[in-house]
């Protein structure tokens, strides 16, 4: 039985025990209604009314109790044989199941008897087809094998005939050489025979030409002298003709040289005049404290301002420039004192005509002092231990003056030191040398009152201080006014053009520096198969990378030297420019 079968009939008998309880008590119940007693009181007792209601009650509870317990086993009944139907049912499904499951047990027996079978149908297939094609394998092994012994039997009769041909080869080559040998003896013979022909045919034209030369001389009636002397004529004349056309091309150089030298010397004589050339070497700016302050620059009337433009001799100049005046001068140095005197004026407040004489004295000693201390240590960085004073001022008046852009005071200390590098190197007298190279420049101190070469003035100014003559002549010579004649002004000239010329010194000559290696690189661009250009070395080498699929081994030379070529016809430089023509070639492979 299953646990529903036993849920029910579990049911089944607590309703039996229920009504049969029910059935027990309804008994006793009537019992005691239906024994013998005492007689019954009368109707109207209330007592016995009231018993008898209740008897009555009970009467009809039990049977509404007998009535619901029946009710309950009649629906007990029925469900324990509804339970009776499923559980008659489930056995049919359980019967049932057993039956489908023997059945898809059989069926799945057949399938695999039947897999199997197929299985063993197919590996017995496989395993003729491997054998057949192992078969097959072996017999093209086989047949491959056959063919390698046929080929190589054919390659061995193929060396054995290319044998046979060279070796008769060799035989016909043999008599060739022995053949040529029997021609070059007949050779060699006929060559003597010619060389003793042309032996006497040459003797045959010594006399003839004897001949020739006696008949010419008779006939022209000249002497071999007399010919001689009118051929040193002609080429006498020729060679005058030279050396006037020689002549004409050195005085056009010597022109154009010469007109050169001119706007160098007005160049210096621009420098040494601080003439109006550029803004920033003649003007100087003074930030003010306010704009309020430029009234009281100008003053009542404007006599604050040209008293101080009387005084310092620079110009001031107010204009619409927020919080600052310009101070314009040609002299640096007086343009500086000038500025001193002016912010001197504006910190203390009080500027009326007095009080800008007595701050102008006060502010030119304090520039003094500044160039004297300059030059002070100019000479101790340089090593000069023993000048005259008024050298020592003159070099201070330098600290505010420029060539070019380039501070004079600097580019003598520079000097110097290339100097003395380089006479370090040659073994010279250092001290004298360095002296030399930084004196040099010494004329610019003085103002254009003076008249003459800044070299001259120089040396002549040098000379008056007591400087030796060596370092006389290497200042009046560094710019070709007098030939240098000793080593100290060759090598001062040497110094001046090193520290003048090299890049950056001079706005000029950055300009030039930059433009030149600008055109080199254009000049090498502009090659066809290039493909990059570097200018290295401050322009003394170019590198030229060319596309080797364009640019072969040859086409390489040749681009080398026309770009040199190009250089040399558009270019003026000095030294010389190595052009490197770089061409690479790269082969890969990959390795699998």
């Known amino acids: 039985m299953t646990g529903l079968e036993w849920a029910l009939f579990a049911a089944v008998v607590v309703l039996a025990v229920v009504v049969s309880a029910g059935l027990v008590i309804g008994a006793r119940t009537l019992r005691r209604l239906t024994l013998p007693g005492p007689p019954p009181p009368a109707e109207d007792d209330p007592a016995f009314v009231a018993a008898r209601d209740r008897h009555e009650q009970s009467l009809a509870a039990l049977r509404t109790a007998a009535d619901e317990a029946t009710s309950a086993v009649e629906q007990a009944k029925s469900a324990a044989a509804a339970a009776r ?8 499904e359980a019967t049932a199941a057993r039956a489908e499951a023997r059945r898809v047990l059989d069926a799945a027996r057949a399938e695999a008897d039947t897999v199997l079978e197929r299985a063993h149908r197919q ?9 057949a094609a192992a078969r097959r394998s072996g017999e093209r092994e086989i047949a491959m094998l056959s063919r390698t012994v046929k080929e190589q039997s054919v390659e061995l009769d193929r060396r054995s005939q290319r044998m046979d041909e060279r ?3 060799h035989t016909e080559e043999a008599d060739r050489i022995a053949e040529r040998d029997r021609r070059l003896s007949a050779t ?3 060559l003597a025979e010619r060389k003793a022909a042309l032996a006497a045919r040459e003797a045959d034209l010594a006399a003839a030409e004897e001949r020739w030369q006696r008949e010419l001389e008779r006939v022209a009636g000249l002497t071999t002298e007399a010919a001689r002397g009118e051929l040193v004529e002609a080429i006498e004349n020729q060679a005058k003709r030279e050396a006037a056309i020689l002549v004409r091309d050195i005085e056009a150089d010597a022109r154009n040289t010469a007109d050169q030298r001119a706007r160098h010397i007005v160049v210096d004589a621009i420098q040494r005049v601080a003439s109006e050339q550029t803004a920033e070497s003649v003007v100087s700016v003074l930030h003010l404290p306010g704009d309020e302050m430029k009234g009281r620059i100008i003053g009542r009337e404007g006599r604050n301002i040209r008293a101080f433009e009387s005084v310092t001799g620079v110009n001031l100049i107010i204009d619409d420039t927020p919080e600052a005046v310009l101070l314009s001068c040609f002299d640096p140095v007086r343009r500086e004192v000038g500025r001193l005197t002016l912010e001197k004026l504006v910190l203390d407040g009080r500027i009326h005509p007095h009080r800008i004489e007595e701050v102008f ?3 030119r000693q304090e520039v003094e002092q500044l160039c004297h201390r300059a030059a002070e240590d100019a000479l101790v960085d340089v090593g000069i231990t023993e000048i005259h004073p008024e050298l020592v001022a ?3 008046r330098l600290r505010y003056r420029t060539s070019y852009g380039q501070n004079v005071l600097k580019h003598l200390v520079e000097t110097a030191h290339i100097a003395g590098v380089m006479a370090a190197e040659l073994r010279l007298d250092v001290a004298l040398i360095k002296r030399c190279a930084f004196l040099h420049d010494i004329g610019k101190a003085l103002t254009h009152e003076v008249e003459g070469s800044h070299a001259i003035i120089g040396a002549d100014v040098a000379r008056k ?10 200042i009046e010579a560094h710019h070709n006014e007098v030939t240098p004649q000793t080593v100290e002004a060759v090598l001062t000239q040497a110094s001046d053009a090193c520290s003048g010329g090299r890049p950056g010194a001079r706005r000029e000559s950055l300009e030039a520096y930059v433009k030149r290696l600008e055109r080199i690189e254009e000049i090498a661009a502009g090659k066809i198969g290039v493909d990059k250009v570097f200018a290295m070395q401050a322009g003394r080498e170019i590198r030229v990378m060319v596309k080797p699929d364009d640019v072969d081994d040859i086409g390489a030379a040749v681009l080398a ?23 690479e070639s790269r082969v890969t492979e990959i390795a699998r």
């Open 85 to 92: 139907t499923d559980a008659a049912a489930a056995k049919a």
């Open 123 to 131: 590996a017995e297939a496989e395993a003729e087809q491997v054998r």
């Open 167 to 169: 070796e008769r080869q």
């Open 188 to 190: 060699v013979t006929e």
């Open 361 to 363: 004295e006060t502010a």
């Open 394 to 396: 003159l070099l201070g």
């Open 465 to 474: 201080y007591g400087e030796a003559e060596d370092v006389v002549h290497a």
């Open 561 to 583: 030297r026309d770009v040199a070529k190009q250089i040399e016809e558009e270019l003026t430089y000095p030294g010389q420019i190595r052009v490197t023509v770089v061409r």
